[in-house]
């Protein structure tokens, strides 16, 4: 592989993308998605390995944790960290149509679902639609790949009934909408019981019912579906852990205690 020095703006934007979707103590150039991204913009595994270690050197939590690293090295990843790392949606909406391109296809033939049902649509519309769905689109692809494309409280890995769960809302916190620290993979049933509060999650990953739903111990459905699973814990998921603070949130603003 030939030598290269100067990183593109695209390749910046591709590795802040994969910083943000990698727990620190996997940056590695054994981790998977850093080789698949070293193969796509011909670049070594070290490389991007270090390019991430890099965003990590100008990223608070680690700076507060001593963090340190090459002066010259933040000034190259500086500007990409404050021009999206509030507008994480832009982010990966531009980082899958530059991976698009490098793979030779368009946004619009590998999201094709996502544009099936908007030919009527122009202009701002369907951009911000598109953007919207294709976030979402990524988000529960990562999620579901997180728990191995099986419900955490069942098992159940049908895909089509899965449901990549937000646990801080959708609303309610536009900067952590696609972290996929904030999605859990569940089944239907348990996607919306969580989502309209019926069940939360203590920071151990141990289900709780709410109030209204223990009213209901006498109903053969809540034998069946509900009763097994209270004060269980949910499956790990293989990357991404479910955010303490992000269960908490749940538990003091959806959860009905």
Known sequence: ????????????????????????????????????????????????????????????????????????????VQPIWDEFFNNQEELVFLSESIRANKQGTTIETKFEEVFRDLKGLKGEDIKRLVKTRINQSVFRKTVLLNYSYKCAITGIDIPHLLYASHIVPWSQNERERLNPENGICFSALYDRAFDQGDIGLDKNCRILFSRALKKKANMEYYTTH???????IIASPTTYFPKKEFLEYHLDTVFDK
């Open 1 to 76: 592989m030939p030598p290269k020095t100067l990183w593109t703006r695209e390749e910046l934007i591709l590795s802040f993308d994969l910083y943000l979707k990698t727990p620190f103590g996997k940056i590695s150039n054994t981790n998977q998605e850093i080789q698949e991204l070293a193969a796509l913009i011909n670049r070594t595994p070290s490389s991007i390995s270090m390019r991430l270690s890099n965003f990590a050197s100008i990223d608070p939590f680690h700076l507060n944790r001593g963090a340190k690293g090459l002066e010259n090295a933040k000034r190259q």
């Open 226 to 232: 509900f009763a097994p699973i209270e004060n269980t």
